[in-house]
Protein backbone atom coordinates (compact mmCIF):
# COMPACT_ATOMS: atom_id res chain seq x y z
CA UNK A 1 0.00 0.00 0.00
CA UNK A 2 1.52 3.05 -0.95
CA UNK A 3 2.82 5.08 1.93
CA UNK A 4 0.73 8.47 2.83
CA UNK A 5 2.81 11.49 4.17
CA UNK A 6 2.29 15.02 4.48
CA UNK A 7 4.63 18.50 4.38
CA UNK A 8 3.55 20.80 7.02
CA UNK A 9 4.78 24.35 5.72
CA UNK A 10 4.71 23.19 2.32
CA UNK A 11 5.04 26.42 0.57
CA UNK A 12 8.10 27.37 2.32
CA UNK A 13 11.74 27.26 0.94
CA UNK A 14 12.36 24.05 2.75
CA UNK A 15 8.46 22.66 2.00
CA UNK A 16 9.39 22.81 -1.54
CA UNK A 17 12.60 20.89 -1.64
CA UNK A 18 10.76 18.51 0.51
CA UNK A 19 8.04 18.44 -1.93
CA UNK A 20 10.74 17.73 -4.73
CA UNK A 21 11.99 15.13 -2.77
CA UNK A 22 9.47 13.04 -2.71
CA UNK A 23 8.86 13.28 -6.23
CA UNK A 24 12.20 12.17 -7.03
CA UNK A 25 11.98 9.22 -4.84
CA UNK A 26 8.43 8.28 -6.00
CA UNK A 27 9.45 8.96 -10.17
CA UNK A 28 12.65 6.55 -9.39
CA UNK A 29 10.53 3.98 -7.68
CA UNK A 30 12.36 4.16 -4.69
CA UNK A 31 9.73 4.49 -2.63
CA UNK A 32 5.91 3.47 -2.96
CA UNK A 33 4.12 7.07 -1.37
CA UNK A 34 0.57 7.97 -2.29
CA UNK A 35 0.15 11.93 -3.31
CA UNK A 36 1.38 13.85 -0.35
CA UNK A 37 -0.93 15.92 1.85
CA UNK A 38 0.21 19.41 1.70
CA UNK A 39 -0.51 22.19 4.71
CA UNK A 40 0.80 25.57 5.38
CA UNK A 41 -1.21 28.36 6.68
CA UNK A 42 -4.36 29.40 6.31
CA UNK A 43 -3.21 31.85 3.69
CA UNK A 44 -1.52 29.85 1.55
CA UNK A 45 -5.33 27.90 1.69
CA UNK A 46 -5.73 26.82 -2.15
CA UNK A 47 -2.36 27.46 -3.68
CA UNK A 48 -1.47 24.41 -5.61
CA UNK A 49 1.54 22.83 -6.60
CA UNK A 50 2.57 20.05 -9.10
CA UNK A 51 3.40 16.14 -7.93
CA UNK A 52 4.82 13.87 -11.07
CA UNK A 53 3.91 14.11 -14.26
CA UNK A 54 0.20 15.21 -14.56
CA UNK A 55 -1.58 15.90 -10.55
CA UNK A 56 -1.88 19.10 -9.04
CA UNK A 57 -1.61 19.12 -4.84
CA UNK A 58 -3.49 21.95 -3.40
CA UNK A 59 -2.71 22.94 0.10
CA UNK A 60 -4.91 22.94 3.06
CA UNK A 61 -4.78 24.68 6.49
CA UNK A 62 -3.20 22.43 8.84
CA UNK A 63 -5.98 20.90 10.92
CA UNK A 64 -5.99 17.47 12.30
CA UNK A 65 -8.57 16.34 9.48
CA UNK A 66 -6.07 17.47 6.86
CA UNK A 67 -3.75 15.04 7.94
CA UNK A 68 -5.38 12.55 10.02
CA UNK A 69 -5.01 9.69 7.19
CA UNK A 70 -1.17 10.44 6.46
CA UNK A 71 1.15 7.84 8.68
CA UNK A 72 4.45 9.94 8.95
CA UNK A 73 4.79 13.98 8.39
CA UNK A 74 7.94 16.41 7.83
CA UNK A 75 7.34 19.33 9.92
CA UNK A 76 9.13 22.30 7.88
CA UNK A 77 7.41 25.25 9.70
CA UNK A 78 9.34 27.79 12.20
CA UNK A 79 10.23 27.17 15.78
CA UNK A 80 7.61 28.59 17.69
CA UNK A 81 5.04 26.36 15.42
CA UNK A 82 6.06 23.51 15.67
CA UNK A 83 5.76 22.41 19.73
CA UNK A 84 1.70 22.82 18.68
CA UNK A 85 1.42 20.96 15.15
CA UNK A 86 4.16 17.92 16.84
CA UNK A 87 1.61 17.10 19.26
CA UNK A 88 -1.27 17.44 17.45
CA UNK A 89 0.13 14.86 14.70
CA UNK A 90 1.21 13.07 18.02
CA UNK A 91 -2.34 12.87 19.14
CA UNK A 92 -3.31 11.72 15.63
CA UNK A 93 -0.25 8.90 15.91
CA UNK A 94 0.89 10.52 12.98
CA UNK A 95 5.01 9.82 13.28
CA UNK A 96 6.91 13.30 12.66
CA UNK A 97 10.25 15.09 11.29
CA UNK A 98 10.68 18.33 12.42
CA UNK A 99 13.16 20.25 10.56
CA UNK A 100 12.76 22.99 13.30
CA UNK A 101 15.16 23.77 16.41
CA UNK A 102 12.41 23.02 18.46
CA UNK A 103 12.92 19.43 19.26
CA UNK A 104 16.47 19.06 19.04
CA UNK A 105 17.40 18.56 22.51
CA UNK A 106 14.78 16.51 23.32
CA UNK A 107 13.69 13.89 20.59
CA UNK A 108 16.07 11.84 18.15
CA UNK A 109 18.79 14.09 16.48
CA UNK A 110 18.33 12.07 13.52
CA UNK A 111 21.85 12.31 10.98
CA UNK A 112 22.14 9.65 8.23
CA UNK A 113 26.14 8.38 9.50
CA UNK A 114 25.11 7.42 12.92
CA UNK A 115 21.24 7.19 12.46
CA UNK A 116 20.02 6.94 16.15
CA UNK A 117 17.12 3.43 16.90
CA UNK A 118 13.84 4.74 15.78
CA UNK A 119 12.30 1.79 17.10
CA UNK A 120 8.66 3.27 17.42
CA UNK A 121 9.58 6.96 17.65
CA UNK A 122 6.96 9.07 17.42
CA UNK A 123 9.08 12.06 16.66
CA UNK A 124 12.42 12.88 15.58
CA UNK A 125 14.71 16.00 14.94
CA UNK A 126 17.10 16.92 12.18
CA UNK A 127 20.14 18.61 12.50
CA UNK A 128 20.96 22.55 11.88
CA UNK A 129 22.06 23.19 8.85
CA UNK A 130 25.62 24.44 10.77
CA UNK A 131 26.27 21.21 12.11
CA UNK A 132 25.02 19.23 9.33
CA UNK A 133 27.67 21.12 7.65
CA UNK A 134 30.47 20.11 9.86
CA UNK A 135 29.48 16.86 10.92
CA UNK A 136 29.65 15.27 7.25
CA UNK A 137 33.44 15.55 6.78
CA UNK A 138 34.05 15.03 10.58
CA UNK A 139 32.22 12.02 10.62
CA UNK A 140 35.35 10.53 8.01
CA UNK A 141 37.95 11.67 10.52
CA UNK A 142 37.47 9.87 13.58
CA UNK A 143 40.15 7.81 13.27
CA UNK A 144 42.24 10.64 14.08
CA UNK A 145 40.08 11.80 17.17
CA UNK A 146 39.19 15.43 16.08
CA UNK A 147 39.22 17.79 19.58
CA UNK A 148 37.87 20.87 18.39
CA UNK A 149 36.36 22.80 15.50
CA UNK A 150 37.02 26.66 14.88
CA UNK A 151 34.48 27.45 12.23
CA UNK A 152 33.22 31.26 10.36
CA UNK A 153 30.01 30.01 8.70
CA UNK A 154 28.34 32.44 6.40
CA UNK A 155 24.37 31.91 5.93
CA UNK A 156 22.82 32.48 2.93
CA UNK A 157 19.47 34.55 3.17
CA UNK A 158 17.13 31.20 2.60
CA UNK A 159 18.39 30.22 5.81
CA UNK A 160 15.55 33.30 7.13
CA UNK A 161 13.18 31.23 4.53
CA UNK A 162 10.88 32.83 2.21
CA UNK A 163 11.06 35.81 3.96
CA UNK A 164 14.64 36.21 3.72
CA UNK A 165 14.90 35.56 0.24
CA UNK A 166 12.23 38.32 -1.19
CA UNK A 167 13.54 40.47 1.49
CA UNK A 168 17.12 40.18 -0.31
CA UNK A 169 15.78 40.21 -3.18
CA UNK A 170 13.81 43.61 -2.91
CA UNK A 171 16.29 45.12 -0.80
CA UNK A 172 19.35 44.57 -3.58
CA UNK A 173 16.70 46.24 -6.55
CA UNK A 174 15.71 48.96 -4.79
CA UNK A 175 19.30 50.16 -3.53
CA UNK A 176 20.72 49.15 -7.17
CA UNK A 177 18.14 51.87 -8.26
CA UNK A 178 19.44 54.59 -5.79
CA UNK A 179 16.03 54.01 -3.41
CA UNK A 180 16.33 53.37 0.35
CA UNK A 181 14.53 49.42 1.11
CA UNK A 182 12.28 49.28 3.67
CA UNK A 183 13.14 48.51 7.54
CA UNK A 184 14.59 44.59 7.50
CA UNK A 185 13.00 42.06 9.05
CA UNK A 186 16.62 40.62 10.63
CA UNK A 187 17.39 43.52 12.07
CA UNK A 188 20.37 45.15 9.68
CA UNK A 189 20.48 45.16 5.81
CA UNK A 190 21.28 41.82 4.43
CA UNK A 191 21.81 43.75 1.35
CA UNK A 192 25.36 44.91 0.05
CA UNK A 193 26.44 43.43 3.70
CA UNK A 194 27.38 41.10 6.40
CA UNK A 195 25.73 40.58 9.30
CA UNK A 196 27.35 38.60 12.30
CA UNK A 197 24.34 37.50 14.18
CA UNK A 198 22.27 34.40 13.47
CA UNK A 199 19.28 34.28 15.95
CA UNK A 200 19.37 36.12 19.40
CA UNK A 201 21.77 35.86 22.09
CA UNK A 202 22.29 34.75 25.56
CA UNK A 203 25.12 35.56 26.71
CA UNK A 204 27.80 35.76 24.11
CA UNK A 205 26.58 33.16 21.66
CA UNK A 206 24.21 33.77 19.31
CA UNK A 207 21.47 30.93 18.56
CA UNK A 208 23.03 29.37 15.44
CA UNK A 209 26.44 28.88 17.73
CA UNK A 210 25.01 27.88 21.05
CA UNK A 211 22.98 25.23 18.67
CA UNK A 212 26.11 24.11 16.61
CA UNK A 213 28.22 24.02 19.93
CA UNK A 214 25.44 21.24 21.03
CA UNK A 215 24.48 19.37 18.32
CA UNK A 216 28.13 18.68 16.57
CA UNK A 217 29.44 16.45 19.15
CA UNK A 218 26.52 14.76 19.14
CA UNK A 219 26.46 14.30 15.35
CA UNK A 220 29.61 12.99 15.84
CA UNK A 221 29.58 10.89 18.51
CA UNK A 222 32.85 12.33 20.21
CA UNK A 223 33.81 15.55 22.53
CA UNK A 224 34.27 18.50 20.68
CA UNK A 225 35.39 21.85 21.75
CA UNK A 226 33.51 24.02 19.22
CA UNK A 227 34.39 27.99 18.75
CA UNK A 228 32.33 29.42 15.92
CA UNK A 229 30.96 32.42 14.53
CA UNK A 230 28.00 32.20 12.03
CA UNK A 231 26.80 35.64 9.74
CA UNK A 232 24.51 35.66 7.51
CA UNK A 233 25.07 37.43 3.76
CA UNK A 234 23.93 38.98 0.70
CA UNK A 235 23.31 35.76 -1.87
CA UNK A 236 20.13 33.39 -2.10
CA UNK A 237 21.15 29.88 -1.39
CA UNK A 238 24.56 27.76 -0.07
CA UNK A 239 25.99 28.12 3.02
CA UNK A 240 30.29 28.53 3.10
CA UNK A 241 32.19 27.72 6.16
CA UNK A 242 36.18 28.11 6.65
CA UNK A 243 37.27 25.58 9.60
CA UNK A 244 39.98 24.21 11.37
CA UNK A 245 39.74 20.99 12.94
CA UNK A 246 42.15 19.92 15.92
CA UNK A 247 42.93 16.29 15.81
CA UNK A 248 44.60 14.55 19.01
CA UNK A 249 46.06 12.09 16.70
CA UNK A 250 48.78 13.27 14.26
CA UNK A 251 46.24 14.04 10.74
CA UNK A 252 48.21 15.47 7.42
CA UNK A 253 46.56 17.50 5.13
CA UNK A 254 47.22 15.13 2.20
CA UNK A 255 45.60 12.02 4.42
CA UNK A 256 42.79 13.97 5.56
CA UNK A 257 41.96 14.96 1.88
CA UNK A 258 41.96 11.21 0.85
CA UNK A 259 39.69 10.25 3.60
CA UNK A 260 37.19 12.21 2.73
CA UNK A 261 37.05 11.73 -0.91
CA UNK A 262 35.56 8.14 -0.28
CA UNK A 263 33.28 9.59 2.50
CA UNK A 264 29.60 9.81 1.95
CA UNK A 265 27.76 12.48 0.48
CA UNK A 266 31.03 14.54 0.76
CA UNK A 267 32.75 15.94 -2.92
CA UNK A 268 36.69 17.14 -2.54
CA UNK A 269 37.26 19.83 -4.46
CA UNK A 270 40.18 21.52 -3.85
CA UNK A 271 42.59 21.79 -6.95
CA UNK A 272 43.11 25.77 -5.68
CA UNK A 273 45.88 26.27 -8.59
CA UNK A 274 43.68 25.67 -10.99
CA UNK A 275 40.51 27.34 -9.03
CA UNK A 276 39.00 24.52 -8.11
CA UNK A 277 37.23 25.05 -4.42
CA UNK A 278 34.07 24.90 -2.61
CA UNK A 279 31.70 28.06 -3.49
CA UNK A 280 27.55 28.03 -2.40
CA UNK A 281 27.15 28.77 -6.45
CA UNK A 282 28.82 24.91 -6.62
CA UNK A 283 26.49 23.44 -3.45
CA UNK A 284 23.00 25.00 -4.69
CA UNK A 285 20.74 21.72 -5.70
CA UNK A 286 23.45 19.29 -4.76
CA UNK A 287 22.75 17.37 -1.21
CA UNK A 288 26.80 16.95 -0.60
CA UNK A 289 29.05 18.53 1.22
CA UNK A 290 31.52 20.26 -0.60
CA UNK A 291 35.38 20.22 0.69
CA UNK A 292 38.53 21.56 -0.50
CA UNK A 293 41.35 23.93 0.38
CA UNK A 294 42.27 21.41 2.77
CA UNK A 295 45.61 22.45 4.28
CA UNK A 296 48.06 22.14 7.46
CA UNK A 297 46.84 24.84 10.25
CA UNK A 298 50.53 26.09 11.45
CA UNK A 299 48.95 28.20 14.33
CA UNK A 300 48.61 24.46 16.22
CA UNK A 301 49.76 20.97 16.65
CA UNK A 302 47.98 18.70 14.36
CA UNK A 303 45.09 21.22 13.06
CA UNK A 304 43.89 21.28 9.41
CA UNK A 305 42.11 24.10 8.03
CA UNK A 306 39.02 23.19 4.86
CA UNK A 307 36.82 25.48 3.23
CA UNK A 308 33.00 23.51 3.08
CA UNK A 309 29.91 24.53 1.32
CA UNK A 310 26.53 23.03 1.24
CA UNK A 311 23.31 23.79 -0.01
CA UNK A 312 21.48 23.75 3.09
CA UNK A 313 17.65 23.62 1.92
CA UNK A 314 18.75 20.45 -0.93
CA UNK A 315 20.80 18.45 2.18
CA UNK A 316 17.82 19.14 4.64
CA UNK A 317 15.35 17.85 2.57
CA UNK A 318 17.10 14.86 1.66
CA UNK A 319 18.11 14.11 5.64
CA UNK A 320 14.64 14.79 6.62
CA UNK A 321 13.10 12.25 3.47
CA UNK A 322 15.69 9.44 4.45
CA UNK A 323 14.29 10.18 8.81
CA UNK A 324 11.07 9.72 7.03
CA UNK A 325 11.49 6.80 5.23
CA UNK A 326 13.42 5.29 8.47
CA UNK A 327 10.42 6.66 11.15
CA UNK A 328 8.06 4.61 8.17
CA UNK A 329 9.67 1.07 8.33
N1 LIG B 1 15.69 27.29 5.03
C1 LIG B 1 16.65 26.44 5.41
O1 LIG B 1 17.77 26.43 4.86
C2 LIG B 1 16.40 25.47 6.54
C3 LIG B 1 17.34 24.44 6.77
C4 LIG B 1 17.14 23.57 7.86
C5 LIG B 1 16.02 23.73 8.67
N2 LIG B 1 15.14 24.75 8.42
C6 LIG B 1 13.99 24.91 9.33
O2 LIG B 1 12.80 24.53 8.64
C7 LIG B 1 11.71 25.34 9.07
C8 LIG B 1 11.08 26.00 7.84
O3 LIG B 1 12.06 26.83 7.24
P1 LIG B 1 11.80 27.59 5.86
O4 LIG B 1 13.11 28.20 5.52
O5 LIG B 1 11.13 26.70 4.89
O6 LIG B 1 10.79 28.74 6.33
P2 LIG B 1 9.70 29.55 5.45
O7 LIG B 1 10.17 29.68 4.05
O8 LIG B 1 9.42 30.78 6.23
O9 LIG B 1 8.41 28.60 5.46
C9 LIG B 1 7.64 28.41 6.63
C10 LIG B 1 6.48 27.51 6.31
O10 LIG B 1 5.77 27.25 7.53
C11 LIG B 1 4.38 27.53 7.31
N3 LIG B 1 3.79 27.92 8.59
C12 LIG B 1 4.15 28.93 9.41
N4 LIG B 1 3.38 28.92 10.53
C13 LIG B 1 2.52 27.87 10.42
C14 LIG B 1 1.47 27.35 11.21
N5 LIG B 1 1.16 27.88 12.40
N6 LIG B 1 0.78 26.27 10.75
C15 LIG B 1 1.08 25.69 9.57
N7 LIG B 1 2.07 26.15 8.75
C16 LIG B 1 2.78 27.23 9.18
C17 LIG B 1 4.38 28.66 6.27
O11 LIG B 1 3.10 28.73 5.66
P3 LIG B 1 2.61 30.07 4.88
O12 LIG B 1 3.36 30.11 3.58
O13 LIG B 1 1.15 29.80 4.69
O14 LIG B 1 2.94 31.22 5.77
C18 LIG B 1 5.47 28.12 5.34
O15 LIG B 1 4.95 27.08 4.54
C19 LIG B 1 12.27 26.35 10.08
O16 LIG B 1 12.06 25.90 11.39
C20 LIG B 1 13.75 26.36 9.75
O17 LIG B 1 14.56 26.69 10.86
C21 LIG B 1 15.29 25.60 7.37
Not at 283 to 292: E, K, R
Amino acid sequence: MPLQTAIVGATGVLGQELLAALAELARDGEADLAPPVLCATGESAGETFPWLEDEELAVEPFSTAAVRGAAAALVAVPPAAAPGIVQKLRELGVAAVDASRAHRQTAPLFFDTRPPSLAGAPLVATPSAEAHLLARPLAALLEWEPSSVHATVLRPASAAGEAGVSELAQATGLLLNGEEPPAPRLGHRLAFNLVPQAGAFEGPDAEAERDLAWELPRLVGRELAVASTVLFGPWFYGHLATATVGFSREATADRVRERLESAPQVKVLDDPSEAVYPMPSLATGDGAVLVGRVRADPSREHGVQMVLAMDAVRATAVLAVKALLALAR
